[in-house]
């Protein structure tokens, strides 16, 4: 078993900055794929970006590729993910996520995730 609490969501305005936490607790966490994901009002939950075991390979969405970065400290058991340039469309519920299985090579399928967290909320304004 993986727990995972989100932290760091809240309301900024457009254009402003965020980082969430992705703090892990139970089996080692360095063996673990995470994987960040947000659900919009009215929206499906989507894939946002995810970072393999060891931190060396990354994937985005397209709409956040160059304002959001992916990165973990396996040696606290954390992971982040720092928005810049943050947009209106960006508001959503962020979840973070683990899976054991796709560890080298992360999937963006939430559905290939094992353990997930509770969410933090984004509110973009303008």
């Known amino acids: 078993q993986v727990q995972l609490v989100e932290s760091g969501g809240g309301l900024v305005q457009a254009g402003g900055s965020l980082t969430l936490a992705c703090a892990a607790s139970?089996?080692?966490?360095?063996?673990?794929?995470l994987g960040w994901f947000r659900r919009a009002p009215g929206k499906e939950r989507e894939f946002v970006a995810a970072i393999n075991w060891s931190g060396t390979a990354t994937y985005y969405i397209e709409s956040v590729q160059g304002r959001f970065t992916i990165s973990r400290d396996n040696a606290k058991n954390t992971a982040y993910l720092q928005m810049n340039s943050l947009k209106l469309e960006d508001t959503a519920l962020y979840y973070c996520a683990a899976d054991w299985l796709s560890r080298f090579y992360p999937s963006q399928l939430p559905s290939e995730y094992d353990y997930w967290g509770q969410g933090t909320q984004v509110t973009v304004s303008s």
């Open positions: 139970g089996r080692s966490f360095s063996n673990y794929a």
